[in-house]
């Protein structure tokens, strides 16, 4: 389920998608958890269109990303 939420104080909106979802947007999309808990997550770039990868072995929630730290190209 795509969702669009508002971030606070400003006219922007974050994509919000599911693993196995249709992802909406070109561009890189980091998960909200990481796939080993003592590690940043990593950013992937997913083409509009792709189905939005698992974490690690796990579903995951994926926000559209606004800069390029911790990307991988993978």
């Not at 990868?53 to 390029?68: D, H, M, Y």
Request: glycine residues 10%; charged residues 20%; negative net charge.
């Amino acid at each position: 389920m795509k969702m669009r939420i508002p971030t606070a104080g400003t006219q922007f909106e974050t994509l919000v998608v599911h693993t196995g979802d249709s992802c909406p947007e070109t561009g890189w999309w980091q998960p909200l958890q990481s796939e080993d808990k003592s590690e940043v997550p990593t950013s992937r770039f997913v083409g509009q269109g792709s189905r939005m990868p698992a974490v690690g072995s796990s579903p995951g929630i994926w926000v559209k990303g606004s800069n390029s730290l911790h990307q991988s190209d993978y």
